[in-house]
């Protein structure tokens, strides 16, 4: 099945600063990449997603890249604010209505 | 836009008793339901995989006799985790889509913190 690791860990940036979170599938099937941001005890929000037939993607502070050949994605967050920190998790599936599989998550803290 | 409600968001359970989760989509028919179970600090854990009116199909190592899912409908689907005991103590989420397709997203209920003691 689908294998998602996620780097890194923690991040932690000074307010301004960009962030960069990546993100390594297995499954070359795979075409549906989801960004989720989650706060403590509530539910994911998606904050952007792309499919495989785009190479990347930009919603005003946010951009993803996908790199199909690599099997690798990223999230770009720029201009970084202290609402940004919390926990985000990339996650990737199969197109038609399948499952999501999870990365392991990453701790963003943006430091006054 | 799309909203599943999700209900308890918070439970706390004697060992050895059963809880029921429910998920309800609002204004939408959750074709597929899917169920994940999310320990501290960790990550999202598919559990099982439910479409309306068929059996659930659970991930490897999940117990599906502890677990069990019902999806009689196309807005309602529970969880319900029997016999519980504190290893079962966890963030409970589900995950709705409306039909098939590249083009549908995923909702996810508010969560369930469940406390075993």
């Known amino acids: 099945g689908e294998n998602v690791e996620q780097h890194p860990s923690t991040l932690s940036v000074q307010e301004g600063d960009s962030a960069v979170i990546k993100c390594t599938y297995s499954?070359?099937?795979?075409?549906?990449f989801p960004w989720y941001k989650q706060e403590l005890g509530k539910r994911p929000q998606l904050i952007i997603d792309i499919r495989s037939n785009v190479g990347e993607k930009k919603d005003q502070r946010i951009a993803v890249t996908l790199n199909k050949t690599a099997k690798h994605f990223s999230l770009h967050i720029t201009e970084t604010q202290p609402e940004d920190s919390a926990v985000y998790f990339c996650?990737?599936?199969?197109?038609?209505?399948?499952?999501?599989?999870f990365g392991t998550g990453t701790q963003l803290k943006v430091e006054l | 836009g799309a909203v599943v409600s999700q209900h308890p968001s918070w439970v706390i359970c004697k060992s050895g008793t059963s809880v029921k989760i429910e998920c309800r989509s609002l204004?939408?028919?959750?074709?597929?339901m899917f169920w994940y179970r999310q320990f501290p600090k960790q990550s999202l854990m598919l559990m099982a995989t439910?479409?309306?009116?068929?059996?659930?199909?659970?991930e490897q190592g999940v117990e599906k006799d502890k677990f069990l899912i019902n999806h009689a409908s196309l807005t309602l689907s529970t969880l319900t985790v029997t016999s519980a005991h504190p290893e079962d103590s966890s963030f409970y989420i589900c995950s709705a889509r409306e039909g098939q397709g590249g083009g549908v997203g995923y909702t996810f209920g508010s969560g369930t913190r469940l406390t075993v003691v």
């Open positions: 204004d939408f028919q959750a074709t597929t």
């Open positions: 439910s479409n309306e009116g068929s059996k659930a199909t659970y």
């Open positions: 499954d070359s099937a795979s075409n549906y």
């Open positions: 996650a990737a599936s199969v197109g038609g209505g399948n499952k999501l599989t």
